[in-house]
């Protein structure tokens, strides 16, 4: 593959990924209303909208992104990382309102789990990033980015708990353990940003800042955050479901026991 057609792959690579995302967060809408009872208008209606949320998102951002704000990285504070701070609490505020919590109640463990295998595409569209040098190795798994094991072990955990293999003892360790290789991608992303610079002048972050891999930190890492936020509710629901039925059951033996 030559550098250029490389290049075009990384070009078409972020936006396409961007609109699988879009695409799940409808199906998975969808899937969530009809399980809760909603009929298949109204779940239709309700998956559109959350599309629509997408898009007017993702648009938002290439727009941002398009105007050069976010490369001003004279500025103090950087509105780049003003960017990412917004939408890290946007995506909070997202995950744990009514409409979160219709998802994690309507889908099962497993497929909120099994939603982060998106990221093994983007660990390797990020690979290619990458050895074209539009960005810098550090930011890749030939650096220090080994999100690719979250996306990789996210099909696996999945099948384990969709089989019975797992509970959600394991998917609660999967859940941190992935999070915190988020984490430290968007640490080593920011670092790399002119403002720190931690890896040297010729390894400097300022790609994101530009259309379309710009989609890349306000699209797909939101979206992994946004399920890890999902598990970790789906996680306390289940708790609190058996921690229920475990007082009940107790409530019916003492019950019983003193007829």
């Known amino acids: 593959m030559t550098n250029g057609s490389a290049s075009t792959l990384v070009f078409l690579g972020i936006p396409s990924l961007a609109a699988l995302i879009v695409g799940l967060l409808a199906v998975a ?29 993702a648009s938002v951002s290439l727009a941002i992104a398009a105007s050069g704000v976010l490369a001003r990285f004279e500025s103090r504070p950087p509105p780049l990382l003003l960017f990412l701070v917004f939408a890290f609490v946007g995506t909070i505020a997202l995950a744990c309102s009514r409409f979160g919590e219709r998802l994690l109640l309507g889908l099962p463990l497993w497929a909120l789990v099994g939603f982060q295998a ?37 099909l696996l955990v999945a099948a384990a708990l969709a089989s019975g293999w797992a509970g959600a003892r394991s998917a609660l360790i999967w859940n941190i353990g992935s999070l915190l290789l988020l984490a430290n991608i968007v640490a080593i992303a920011i670092a790399a940003t002119p403002t720190f610079h931690a890896f040297g002048p010729l390894h400097v972050n300022v790609w994101v800042t530009h259309p379309p891999y710009v989609l890349l930190p306000a699209v797909l890492v939101m979206a992994a955050f946004f399920g890890h936020v999902l598990v970790f509710r789906k996680l306390r629901a289940l708790r609190s479901s058996q921690l229920n039925a475990s007082s009940t059951g107790s409530a019916d033996r003492h019950r019983l026991g003193t007829v």
């Open 29 to 57: 809408t969808f899937v969530a209303e009809r399980k809760l009872g909603s009929t298949p208008r109204a779940a239709m209606r309700r998956a559109m909208r959350s599309a629509l949320l997408g898009l007017l998102w």
């Open 118 to 154: 998106f990221r093994l595409p983007v660990e390797l569209v990020l690979h290619q990033a990458a050895s074209d040098g539009i960005m810098p190795v550090e930011m890749s798994f030939s650096g220090y980015n080994f999100d690719i094991v979250s996306g990789t072990s996210a």
